[in-house]
């Protein structure tokens, strides 16, 4: 007969919103508590849970009292130890944050609009309370990225930073590229299988990958970066055409996030953009297809590191938020919260600064003197055309250009006078190229 243990340590838990992360977390809870407190050395108990509606039947039996609509009142329970928040959005999310901060309290967030647009407070605020504020979770869903940049890799030099870090999109140019899908063809395949929202403006614009961005830039480099730094294109522009082109290129395209140290400063210069881009097939990244996400990091001592996996879905999502939880609840009881470097303000690359080689595809007129005129907007801008092939489209036709390196600005004002010019019907969507092309 095994004797009973003494002194068993319990950490209590509050849990604001039980959407599909959450009822995914609470499952782990209460389903494994046994093998967790075993590993963990420490148990957790779920005391409070705050919802939308406390009524709804989420597959996990609770004890009574414990499901509220009030998630003020979790925060301030006496009987709530650590908070977890999985509401999303900014407000009331920061408010109950930096409450729970502000009460000594750990905070595990999985949060990346909340922590993009607000990291620089919410990092003040669990410093002078002298508690954890975690959110591996916020990035890459079950990938470990936010630890290994906070611990591990904390000495290194990064230089540069690039990820797909949204499944929805990455599926999308996946299906586009495998299967020669329209745009609209692969997102409702998307949207039937349940990797895009009936409303997906947050993937496709780029506001999900650049907050993303943002809180990976401000982890490797060190530095203040909000998402709305974040230079930002989505890829409602591509269509089919553009894709299969880069496909005869030797070419993936991909959403990318990537930020880059450009100088030292101080303050450093930093750039942090989200824009689609031609990735040579032999770059790792070129590999991560359908609803997966990879982080690719580029240091002086560590040279190249990957980071690959699902970035997203409910169990790996709430797999990354309960290793949290499980540091926040070790580092609670010891009084020692994890390491939380300071970040220093930053000097974004203004865009003239920029120099870039693009693919665009332009639908035009078939008529004389069309490549012509096309020419000689690139050259009034100063931007030097490396390669151009014709494709007949019936009436029209389609023009495909690949660019030497020009000013980001130079590029911009070519396409915005490409865009007016009465022959020119359309316009594609630059792909800037993250290597060799051809």
């Keep these: 007969m095994t004797a009973p243990r003494e002194h068993r340590r319990a950490v209590r838990v509050g849990l604001l919103g039980a959407g599909t992360v959450g009822q995914a977390l609470l499952r782990l809870l209460v389903e494994e508590a046994v093998a967790l407190e075993r590993r963990a050395g420490v148990a957790l108990e779920v005391t409070r849970?705050?919802?939308?509606?406390?009524?709804?039947?989420?597959?996990?039996?609770?004890?009574?009292?414990?499901v509220s609509a009030d998630p003020a009142s979790v925060v301030h329970a006496p009987d709530v130890d650590v908070v977890v928040e999985l509401m999303g959005g900014v407000h009331p999310a920061l408010e109950l944050v930096?409450?729970?901060?502000?009460?000594?309290?750990?905070?595990?967030?999985?949060?990346?609009?909340?922590?993009?647009?607000?990291?620089?407070?919410?990092?003040?605020?669990?410093?002078?309370?002298?508690?954890?504020?975690?959110?591996?979770?916020a990035v890459g869903g079950a990938i470990p990225l936010v630890r290994p940049l906070r611990e591990s890799l904390a000495g290194e030099h990064f230089t540069r930073v690039i990820g797909i870090v949204n499944g929805t999109t990455n599926y999308i140019l996946t299906r586009m590229s495998e299967a020669g899908l329209g745009f609209e063809a692969a997102l409702l395949e998307a949207q039937q299988l349940g990797y895009a929202e009936r409303e997906p403006s947050a993937d496709l614009d780029?506001?999900?990958?650049?907050?993303?961005?943002?809180?990976?830039?401000?982890?490797?480099?060190?530095?203040?970066?909000?998402?709305?730094?974040?230079?930002?294109?989505?890829?409602?522009?591509?269509?089919?055409?553009?894709?299969?082109?880069?496909?005869?290129?030797?070419?993936?395209?991909?959403?990318?996030?990537?930020?880059?140290?450009?100088?030292?400063?101080?303050?450093?210069?930093?750039?942090?953009?989200?824009?689609?881009?031609?990735?040579?097939?032999?770059?790792?990244?070129?590999?991560?297809?359908?609803?997966?996400?990879?982080?690719?990091?580029?240091?002086?001592?560590?040279?190249?590191?990957?980071?690959?996996?699902r970035g997203a879905g409910g169990d790996p999502t709430a797999a990354a938020v309960l290793?949290?939880?499980?540091?926040?609840?070790?580092?609670?009881?010891?009084?020692?919260?994890?390491?939380?470097?300071?970040?220093?303000?930053?000097?974004?690359?203004?865009?003239?600064?920029?120099?870039?080689?693009i693919y665009v595809g332009l639908e035009v007129q078939d008529q004389a003197g069309v490549l012509a005129s096309v020419a000689a907007v690139f050259g009034r801008h100063g931007v030097s055309i490396?390669?151009?092939?014709?494709i007949g489209l019936g009436e029209g036709a389609r023009l495909a250009f690949l660019t030497h390196e020009a000013g980001e600005q130079d590029v911009a004002a070519t396409l915005a006078e490409l865009a007016a010019l009465d022959a020119v019907n359309r316009v594609g969507a630059p792909l800037r190229a993250l290597g060799p092309v051809g």
């Design 206 to 309: 780029g506001h999900d990958a650049a907050a993303k961005a943002a809180i990976l830039a401000s982890l490797a480099f060190g530095v203040e970066v909000r998402g709305s730094d974040v230079a930002r294109e989505g890829i409602r522009r591509l269509d089919a055409a553009d894709v299969a082109y880069a496909r005869r290129l030797g070419q993936e395209v991909r959403l990318l996030a990537i930020a880059e140290r450009v100088a030292p400063g101080p303050p450093p210069v930093v750039s942090v953009r989200v824009h689609p881009a031609l990735v040579p097939r032999s770059h790792p990244l070129a590999s991560v297809r359908d609803v997966n996400n990879a982080v690719f990091l580029e240091g002086a001592a560590v040279g190249e590191l990957m980071l690959y996996g």
């Design 49 to 66: 849970v705050a919802v939308r509606d406390p009524g709804r039947r989420r597959g996990v039996g609770l004890p009574p009292g414990v």
């Design 386 to 390: 490396r390669s151009m092939e014709q």
């Design 323 to 357: 290793g949290d939880l499980i540091d926040a609840a070790h580092n609670h009881g010891g009084g020692r919260p994890g390491r939380l470097a300071p970040h220093q303000p930053v000097r974004l690359q203004p865009l003239a600064e920029r120099r870039v080689a």
């Design 98 to 137: 930096m409450a729970a901060l502000g009460e000594g309290k750990p905070v595990v967030t999985a949060n990346k609009e909340l922590v993009a647009a607000h990291g620089p407070e919410l990092f003040a605020a669990a410093q002078a309370a002298n508690v954890d504020l975690l959110f591996e979770a």
